[in-house]
């Protein structure tokens, strides 16, 4: 395996009690405390959670892929979006993540669509590194939100 140079690292801390910790950016843009949520059995409220941070990392990626894709295949795209669900899975072997991508492309060709949202999976650095790990579902939306 090659190994290529960095053009960015991020970097967080995460301190405290785990899950019902504090994260923090290394240069403090991000920093907040966070919750289990109730529905895991923790006191939820107004606090995030690791989910939801990989859910926003996530979709904000492929997005970034999605627009990279369609300016290489020529394609125009407006008010466009990618909602990540993120699940956190029990059962046999201990818990798990799945995720769920509903990409919405409004007023493109179906079968286009999914042409690009496949090419975008592909591309997606997120899509990349949860490939084989975790499943991860694609749905594409062309008729708007």
Known sequence: ???ATPLYTASAT???DGRNGHVESSDSVLGFDLAVPKE???PGGALTNPEQ???AGYAACFHGALKAVARIEKQTLTDT??????SFLGGEGGPNLAVALHVEIPGLDETV?????EKAHQMCPYSRATRGNIQVDLSVD????
């Open 142 to 145: 062309v008729a708007g939100a």
């Open 40 to 42: 895991m059995g923790g």
């Open 81 to 86: 979006a990618v909602v990540a669900d993120v």
């Open 14 to 16: 995460a301190s405290g």
């Open 113 to 117: 669509a999914r042409d690009l949202v």
């Open 1 to 3: 395996m090659t190994t």
């Open 53 to 55: 941070l990989f859910a």
